[in-house]
């Protein structure tokens, strides 16, 4: 019995090597995919029609997408959480709570403008943002996530799927970096304001699109940095001093049209805007 369990463990040895060789290789040619299809601003099928990814790879194919860029010279300044809230989950199908990597090239100026060319196709959501003046990593209360917080702010995230029809899988999404293209963020304040169920709307023209509370956000988007600390650390990454975290979408996203001034104004934090161009 035994020197058979060892016969079949030396058997299967190099296919199992060969295999994590050729998973190494695939998660290479996807985040190039994924990251010319952002690069070029062109939509791509859903990897998963084609492969069959686990959650960890789609991570694996998300960080070699970001280091990718990283390469071209942009800087990392923080990360995003997605499906925070009920309206995303339900807006996009999907309810697991995700997390993305943001790059100084996707900050848009606040009451700046950004050209709808650049993208495949561009929705924008109302967040808040949240500075750090500590490192954040692993399991966290409250209270010690509290303490890391310099500032917040009023956000909007410009989100683009690479894939067709703006459809993905778990995997999928997280493979492409969580759909991040673009954050604008509002003044930053110090953080003494109760931020846990703040009304805001999010407007295109001056008419209302959405509104929503940032208790949307699970409750205090506070739980949503926690989970960030979490997810973070499980990557085996830290979330360092002067990063933020965008704590998602507090409404359903809404497709962005050419020639708007778009704006989120929230309670307490004031407002943050930006214009499309053609
Ligand atoms: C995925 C990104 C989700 C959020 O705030 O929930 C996200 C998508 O909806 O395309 O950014
Ligand atoms: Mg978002």
Redesign the pocket.
């Known amino acids: 019995m035994k020197g058979k369990t060892l016969q079949r463990a030396s058997a299967k040895r190099p296919a199992a090597r060969a295999g994590k060789a050729s998973r190494a290789a695939l998660v290479r040619a996807l985040a190039e995919r994924v990251d010319t299809a952002a690069r070029n601003a062109t939509g791509i099928a859903q990897l998963s029609a084609m492969h069959e990814l686990s959650l960890a790879e789609a991570y694996a194919v998300q960080r070699a997408s970001i280091a990718r860029r990283i390469a071209r010279g942009e800087k990392r300044i923080g990360m995003?959480?997605?499906?925070?809230?009920r309206a995303?989950?339900v807006?996009?199908g999907?309810s697991d709570l995700?997390w993305?990597r943001l790059t100084d090239a996707m900050i848009i100026e606040e009451g700046g403008s950004l050209s709808l060319k650049d993208y495949v196709h561009p929705?924008v959501?109302p967040?808040i943002a949240f500075l750090l003046k500590k490192p954040l990593a692993g399991r966290v209360t409250a209270l010690e996530a509290q303490a890391a917080v310099e500032a917040i702010a009023v956000a909007m995230?410009v989100?683009?799927?690479r894939y067709e029809n703006?459809k993905?899988s778990l995997a999928d999404?997280v493979a492409?970096n969580?759909?991040?293209a673009g954050v604008v963020i509002g003044p930053w304040h110090a953080p003494h304001v109760d931020y846990s169920n703040l009304g805001l709307v999010l407007s295109f023209d001056g008419a209302a699109r959405q509104v929503g509370s940032t208790a949307g956000i699970l409750g205090h988007p506070l739980r949503s940095l926690v989970a960030a600390a979490r997810m973070a650390g499980e990557a085996g990454e830290v979330i360092q001093a002067g990063e933020i975290v965008?704590?998602?979408?507090?409404t359903a996203?809404e497709a962005l049209t050419p020639g708007s001034w778009v704006e989120t104004e929230m309670q307490h934090l004031g407002r943050v805007g930006l214009r499309t161009l053609a």
């Open positions: 995003k959480m997605g499906f925070t809230s995303k989950m807006q996009m999907l995700i993305g929705r959501e967040e995230e989100i683009d799927s703006f993905f999404v492409d969580t759909s991040a965008m704590a998602g979408g507090i996203a």
